[in-house]
Nanobody
Framework: QVQLVESGGGLVQAGDSLRLSCSAS????????MGWFRQAPGKERECVAA????????YYADSVKDRFAISRDNAKSTLTLEMNNLKLEDTAVYYC?????????????????????WGQGTQVTVSS
């Protein structure tokens, strides 16, 4: 069983930067793909960024490309999302997740159904 705890959310202004962190424990998280998802009110949960277990391949949603960067440190069991030039539409609850059945180095899962462990989420609010 994997436990995930996100931190770093908050209220920022448009154009600001924010760093989200996810601390993982238990289960095969260090050998599994991991990702960051977000869900805004009334919208479906979407993947904003995800990476293979070794961090060498990443997926980014078109809406965050060139603004967000995902990284992981398996030695410290952490997953990080660097968010720059934040926009109003980035406002959402952000979740860290583990896809324990995806342990390859070429394919990056990006669908919520592919992930089986989730954190409790952290709120990111971007104001004008």
């Amino acid at each position: 069983q994997v436990q995930l705890v996100e931190s770093g959310g908050g209220l920022v202004q448009a154009g600001d930067s924010l760093r989200l962190s996810c601390s993982a424990s238990g289960g095969p998280h260090s050998s599994s793909a991991m990702g960051w998802f977000r869900q805004a009110p009334g919208k479906e949960r979407e993947c904003v960024a995800a990476t293979t277990w070794n961090g060498e391949r990443a997926y980014y949603a078109d809406s965050v490309k060139d603004r967000f960067a995902i990284s992981r440190d398996n030695a410290k069991s952490t997953l990080t999302l660097e968010m720059n030039n934040l926009k109003l539409e980035d406002t959402a609850v952000y979740y860290c997740a583990v896809a324990s059945t995806f342990r390859g180095i070429t394919y990056v899962p990006a669908r919520p159904s592919q992930y089986d462990f989730w954190g409790q989420g952290t709120q990111v609010t971007v104001s004008s």
